[in-house]
């Protein structure tokens, strides 16, 4: 049975807001960009139609780096970027 003294308000500010945006980078240039390519289809799938339902824009860029040419290169996306990445 519902608590129907719970406001559609109070509900939803109980839920916390996801960032809009995420940036995926892997060292791979092609298993793992079709992987997470993938994932991202298959969540604009499932929820792409619902009106109450922000679908995030992920960014998935596959570099062929190393380790840590992948983070710097990491860090230099996301300070230039337009937009905040979660």
């Given at each position: 049975?519902?608590?129907?003294n719970?406001?559609r308000?109070?509900?939803?500010?109980s839920k916390?807001?996801?960032?809009?945006?995420y940036?995926?980078?892997?060292?791979?240039?092609?298993t793992?960009?079709?992987?997470?390519n993938?994932?991202?289809r298959?969540?604009?799938?499932?929820?792409?139609?619902?009106?109450d339902v922000?679908i995030?824009?992920?960014?998935?860029?596959?570099?062929?780096?190393?380790?840590?040419?992948?983070?710097?290169?990491?860090?230099?996306t996301?300070?230039?970027?337009?937009?905040?990445?979660?």
């Amino acid at each position: 049975m519902k608590n129907n003294n719970i406001s559609r308000k109070d509900r939803l500010k109980s839920k916390r807001q996801a960032p809009a945006n995420y940036l995926i980078v892997c060292e791979g240039k092609k298993t793992e960009p079709n992987y997470f390519n993938g994932l991202k289809r298959k969540i604009n799938e499932k929820y792409g139609n619902k009106v109450d339902v922000l679908i995030p824009n992920i960014d998935v860029k596959g570099t062929g780096m190393n380790t840590t040419s992948l983070v710097k290169y990491t860090q230099k996306t996301v300070n230039h970027a337009n937009k905040v990445y979660g």
